[in-house]
């Protein structure tokens, strides 16, 4: 048992829920144990489905705008940041030259962490709250960094009040550092840890390309819920014609609770697009398109060449920022996503957990590089066997021994 989930039971028939039911009533999902013995389990993740959801969304809105005040200094040295360089800190991670822009970049992802935060502990009153989050509030405590901070809880001010639904006093600049700072869990196999990047893809973020709101919920070191809000990603296929498609509008929603399929939303609220995702299309490897990050520093683009080249793939690689590319996939946008850091890079649980269990609720599979399940229980870094892979299910065979086959190739070649 996994909290109050059953595990290792293979779903065998799963009613697809009408739209946006799994926010209103239970699910019930059919499991087939060894005997055969069918039970009904009642899924038990929903409400903090619900508040994940509504979480990532506010943020995704916060973040956007964010982006769209044009007049806003904020915005000004956003400008001057897509123009700027980008250097790497000890962790390898990336930063702006400029110290006031770097503030600038990790203020917006700490304003977003704040305002999940806020959402969460308002939704889930009842509830322990611990939360394994990317960033924290030691750049927003320096003497120059008052301007900022200021700004930043004036933002997560008036995202709260838009949104209506809590009559709250006015956040404090204090309230918001201490809201920023409740993400210093470390996580763990015991209990329940929300797990938060509140920008992943901040290469791609200050570019204007793909970027999103992370959420996941590990309960006894097992994800059991995810979210992806993807603010830029066009909710038609990224891949093949896309360019001629007629539904140009972008802002995904992905999400997936253990047990009960990945679902894809329209981030807007309008709900033009629903999409509900089982079964991650079991193409070949010919004809599979593969996504890897689009920065070379996070993923060596030499080595996932080598080994598209050996499954004979003919699409050149999609290279996208962020956890985006998870969704794309979940949705079969492509079928394979390959991601070989460079040695001495530890890969952190808030960059792929609300990924992969989008990918592996609709059907996927999610490894390392020889073929073992990620760990989320062992704290915030990911002990991997080199590299994270994902496929369907019928390209993993087929996958693995490629990769085994180009990284002895490379190490052979040292
Ligand atoms: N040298 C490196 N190798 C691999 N991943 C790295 C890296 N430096 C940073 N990253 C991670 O890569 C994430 C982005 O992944 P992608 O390449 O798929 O867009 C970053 O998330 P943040 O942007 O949240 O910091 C960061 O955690
Ligand atoms: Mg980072
Ligand atoms: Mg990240
Ligand atoms: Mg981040």
């Given at each position: 048992m996994t909290g109050n989930c059953l595990k290792?039971?293979?779903?065998?028939s799963s009613s697809r829920p009408p739209l946006f039911s799994l926010l209103s009533k239970p699910t019930k999902t059919q499991f087939k144990t060894s005997s055969s013995f069918v039970l009904s389990v009642k899924m038990s993740y929903h409400k903090e489905l619900a508040a994940a959801k509504k979480a990532a969304s506010l943020a995704a809105q916060l973040c956007q705008a964010l982006n769209s005040c044009s007049l806003s200094p904020l915005c000004k040295v956003q400008k001057v940041l897509l123009q700027s360089d980008v250097q790497s800190k000890s962790d390898k991670s990336p930063v702006t030259v400029a110290d006031y822009g770097m503030l600038v970049v990790s203020g917006r992802a700490a304003c977003s962490q704040a305002l999940v935060t806020f959402v969460l502990e308002r939704e889930l009153p009842s509830e322990p709250f611990s939360l394994v989050a990317e960033e924290d509030s030691t750049d927003l405590r320096?003497?120059?960094a008052t301007d900022t901070l200021e700004r930043i809880t004036k933002l997560v001010n008036e995202t709260i009040t838009s949104d209506g639904s809590y009559s709250v006093p006015t956040l404090s600049t204090e309230d918001v550092l201490k809201a920023i700072d409740s993400g210093k869990s470390e996580g763990g196999s015991a209990g329940r840890h929300w797990v938060l990047?509140?920008?992943?893809g901040t290469k791609g973020f200050v570019r204007g390309d793909q970027y999103v709101i992370a959420l996941a919920l590990l309960d006894e070191g097992k994800v059991v819920l995810g979210v992806l809000a993807c603010?830029?990603?066009?909710?038609?296929?990224?891949?093949?014609d896309y360019h001629k498609s007629s539904n140009n509008e972008v802002g995904c929603l992905f999400y997936a609770e253990v047990g009960a399929g990945t679902y894809m939303q329209s981030l807007?609220?309008?709900?033009?697009c629903e999409g509900w995702y089982k079964s991650l299309p079991l193409k070949n490897s010919e004809e599979a398109s593969f996504f890897e990050s689009y920065e070379k520093a996070h993923s060596q683009h030499d080595l996932s060449s080598s080994i598209a080249k050996k499954l004979g793939v003919k699409a050149p690689p999609v290279r996208i920022d962020s956890q985006a590319k998870y969704g794309a996939l979940s949705r079969g946008d492509g079928a394979i996503y390959m991601r070989f850091p460079r040695e001495g890079y530890r890969e952190k649980i808030w960059d792929h957990a609300a990924g992969c269990i989008v990918v592996t609720e609709a059907g996927g599979v999610v490894s390392d590089a020889a073929g073992n399940p990620l760990d989320f229980?062992?704290?915030?870094?990911l002990d991997l066997n080199v590299g994270i892979i994902v496929t369907n299910q019928k390209l993993m065979p087929k996958l693995l021994k490629a990769v085994k086959e180009s990284l002895e190739e490379q190490s052979s070649s040292l």
């Amino acid at each position: 048992m996994t909290g109050n989930c059953l595990k290792i039971l293979t779903p065998i028939s799963s009613s697809r829920p009408p739209l946006f039911s799994l926010l209103s009533k239970p699910t019930k999902t059919q499991f087939k144990t060894s005997s055969s013995f069918v039970l009904s389990v009642k899924m038990s993740y929903h409400k903090e489905l619900a508040a994940a959801k509504k979480a990532a969304s506010l943020a995704a809105q916060l973040c956007q705008a964010l982006n769209s005040c044009s007049l806003s200094p904020l915005c000004k040295v956003q400008k001057v940041l897509l123009q700027s360089d980008v250097q790497s800190k000890s962790d390898k991670s990336p930063v702006t030259v400029a110290d006031y822009g770097m503030l600038v970049v990790s203020g917006r992802a700490a304003c977003s962490q704040a305002l999940v935060t806020f959402v969460l502990e308002r939704e889930l009153p009842s509830e322990p709250f611990s939360l394994v989050a990317e960033e924290d509030s030691t750049d927003l405590r320096n003497d120059g960094a008052t301007d900022t901070l200021e700004r930043i809880t004036k933002l997560v001010n008036e995202t709260i009040t838009s949104d209506g639904s809590y009559s709250v006093p006015t956040l404090s600049t204090e309230d918001v550092l201490k809201a920023i700072d409740s993400g210093k869990s470390e996580g763990g196999s015991a209990g329940r840890h929300w797990v938060l990047d509140p920008i992943d893809g901040t290469k791609g973020f200050v570019r204007g390309d793909q970027y999103v709101i992370a959420l996941a919920l590990l309960d006894e070191g097992k994800v059991v819920l995810g979210v992806l809000a993807c603010p830029n990603l066009p909710l038609a296929s990224i891949c093949g014609d896309y360019h001629k498609s007629s539904n140009n509008e972008v802002g995904c929603l992905f999400y997936a609770e253990v047990g009960a399929g990945t679902y894809m939303q329209s981030l807007n609220g309008f709900f033009t697009c629903e999409g509900w995702y089982k079964s991650l299309p079991l193409k070949n490897s010919e004809e599979a398109s593969f996504f890897e990050s689009y920065e070379k520093a996070h993923s060596q683009h030499d080595l996932s060449s080598s080994i598209a080249k050996k499954l004979g793939v003919k699409a050149p690689p999609v290279r996208i920022d962020s956890q985006a590319k998870y969704g794309a996939l979940s949705r079969g946008d492509g079928a394979i996503y390959m991601r070989f850091p460079r040695e001495g890079y530890r890969e952190k649980i808030w960059d792929h957990a609300a990924g992969c269990i989008v990918v592996t609720e609709a059907g996927g599979v999610v490894s390392d590089a020889a073929g073992n399940p990620l760990d989320f229980s062992k704290g915030k870094y990911l002990d991997l066997n080199v590299g994270i892979i994902v496929t369907n299910q019928k390209l993993m065979p087929k996958l693995l021994k490629a990769v085994k086959e180009s990284l002895e190739e490379q190490s052979s070649s040292l």
